[in-house]
């Protein structure tokens, strides 16, 4: 793979991978649309470890308080019991996704990694997202969210193992349909993103392992950084952009793209 493809590779898991379009979408479209080869599991490891850095660095003080409080006494009041009862719930928003992974993964791969069906899932989605978004009741904060909230979101998110339906697009949605303000929303999707690409890039390193998948390790890193540098922008400016202008510009290019990809592939 050329060193210009990969790059943009990284650019597009940068810019896709917290905006509600699906990044995933995309990373199989691009190399369809432009007629190249598979960029290969080496490079979307280090495009997806990328993500993580950037969100990691993002919510270091979030997360400083998650991992500090995690298990103090559930009584205890104040922002430490908040800290530690959001880690439990992000730990029980992220279950299904790894229970669901485990059975469903091989098989969304195989039948669900074409134009038709990104297509669909992007229209359908996109449309889910603008009706969450429409309500216009969301008045919940994250610290009232129950373990049942978490794990319906978490269900949520198992729909973003289908291309097309967007991890942080569902997972918004899921919370904007439980009351949650958009940002708060957003919050909560960002957060729950981390193990959930933790999990999928040990994954995807331990398939790189069985396949002696060859590697660049200044290629990776390049890519790596690349998509860091980008994704800690992109989420920086759709937490202010959302907060001021809502779903909708997503919401149609979700559906345009979804239209276009019908009237190319159908």
């Not at 432009?34 to 990328?50: E, F, K, N, P, Y």
């Not at 992974?101 to 195989?110: K, S």
């Not at 920086?236 to 809502?246: L, R």
Request: glycine letters at 6%; hydrophobic letters at 60%.
């Amino acid at each position: 793979m050329e060193i210009l493809h990969a790059f943009l590779l990284a650019v597009v898991q940068g810019l896709t991978e917290f905006l509600p379009i699906s990044s995933s979408a995309h990373l199989v479209l691009l190399p369809i649309l432009m007629d190249w080869q598979d960029q290969g599991l080496v490079i979307d490891v280090a495009a997806h470890l990328g993500s993580l850095l950037a969100v990691l660095f993002y919510f270091r003080d979030d997360l400083g308080k998650l991992l500090g409080q995690a298990f103090v006494p559930a009584s205890t009041p104040g922002e430490n019991g908040e800290a530690r009862d959001l880690a439990w719930l992000l730990l029980w928003a992220t279950l299904p996704i790894l229970v669901l992974a485990l059975f469903f993964h091989a098989y969304v791969i195989q039948y669900s990694r074409d134009a038709i069906v990104i297509a669909v899932t992007s229209i359908f989605f996109g449309l889910l997202l603008w009706l969450a978004d429409w309500r216009g009741s969301q008045t919940r904060m994250t610290r009232q969210l129950t373990k049942t909230d978490a794990l319906l979101i978490g269900f949520a998110q198992a729909f973003a193992l289908i291309p097309g339906a967007s991890r942080s697009g569902v997972t918004i949605t899921a919370a904007m349909w439980l009351g949650l303000t958009r940002v708060e929303a957003a919050r909560f999707s960002f957060l729950l993103a981390i193990p959930t690409i933790f999990a999928a890039s040990v994954f995807g390193i331990y398939q790189a392992v069985l396949e002696a998948a060859s590697v660049q390790w200044s290629f990776g890193f390049g890519v790596l950084a690349c998509s860091a540098i980008v994704t800690f922008f992109c989420i920086h400016w759709f937490i202010k952009f959302i907060a001021q202008i809502g779903m909708l510009p997503f919401v149609l290019y979700r559906v345009l793209l979804g239209m276009v990809l019908l009237f190319a592939y159908w």
